[in-house]
């Protein structure tokens, strides 16, 4: 079982800037895909962006050139800097974990949600 923790939300102005980031521990066999999505208020959970084992990256139309994911390998974590934050940008961040087992079964873990709050 893969337990993930997040931490970095907060509030923030409009223009700012936070860094999230996420750390998975337990009995890790491989992680493949990690990502961050977000959930708004009344919306349906988002795709904000994700990375690759091999550090291919992919993101949001709404996070590009704004956002940058990284991971540490060795730390099995990911992170996620938002530059030039939106009160749009408000929502609670999911951290997500793709973990490869044995035989290649995939099994897909979701963090618990950080509050990001950018105010106008």
Request: hydrophobic share 30%; aromatic share 8%.
């Amino acid at each position: 079982q893969v337990q993930l923790v997040e931490s970095g939300g907060g509030l923030v102005h409009s223009g700012g800037s936070l860094r999230l980031s996420c750390a998975a521990s337990g009995r890790i066999f491989s992680i493949n895909a990690m990502g961050w999505y977000r959930q708004a208020p009344g919306k349906q959970r988002e795709l904000v962006a994700a990375i690759t084992s091999g550090g291919n990256t992919n993101y949001a139309e709404s996070a590009k050139g704004r956002s940058t994911i990284s991971r540490d390998n060795a730390k099995n974590t990911v992170y996620l800097q938002m530059n030039s934050l939106k009160p749009e940008d408000t929502a609670v961040y999911y951290c997500n974990v793709e973990e490869l087992r044995r035989g290649g079964i995939r099994a897909t873990y979701w963090g618990q949600g950080t509050q990001v709050t950018v105010s106008s």
